[in-house]
């Protein structure tokens, strides 16, 4: 089993660039497919990002595409989300998820992170 914590959320202008991270313990990650998700409040959990277990494959939701960048360190244990000229509809708590199998765009994920607050101000 695989605790995931996040971090790195915060209050942003439009524009800005923001990093989040998602460490890994009880478990090593290098065997799980990872991916970012997030959730606006009344509204649906949204698949933001995935990358597979060596990190050479990747997915992206189109509306991030070009602005936001997975990538992992094994050795630490860590996925990472780079998020770059964020937008005020990027607002949303963030989520990272794990699982053995492949990476998939929805939610299919066995282990689930607490999320951190990203706030995108216009």
């Known amino acids: 089993q695989v605790q995931l914590v996040e971090s790195g959320g915060g209050l942003v202008q439009a524009g800005d660039s923001l990093g989040l991270s998602c460490v890994a313990s009880?478990?090593?990650?290098?065997?799980?497919?990872v991916g970012w998700f997030r959730r606006v409040l009344g509204k649906e959990r949204e698949f933001v990002a995935a990358?597979?277990?060596?990190?050479?494959?990747?997915y992206y939701a189109d509306s991030v595409k070009g602005r936001f960048t997975i990538s992992r360190n094994n050795a630490k244990n860590t996925v990472y989300l780079q998020m770059n000229n964020l937008k005020p509809e990027d607002t949303a708590v963030y989520y990272c998820?794990?699982?053995?199998?492949?990476?998939?765009?929805?939610?299919?994920?066995?282990?689930w992170g607490q999320g951190t607050q990203v706030t995108v101000s216009s």
């Open positions: 009880g478990s090593t990650l290098s065997t799980y497919a």
């Open positions: 990358i597979n277990q060596s990190g050479v494959s990747t």
């Open positions: 998820a794990a699982r053995r199998l492949v990476m998939v765009r929805t939610p299919s994920y066995d282990y």
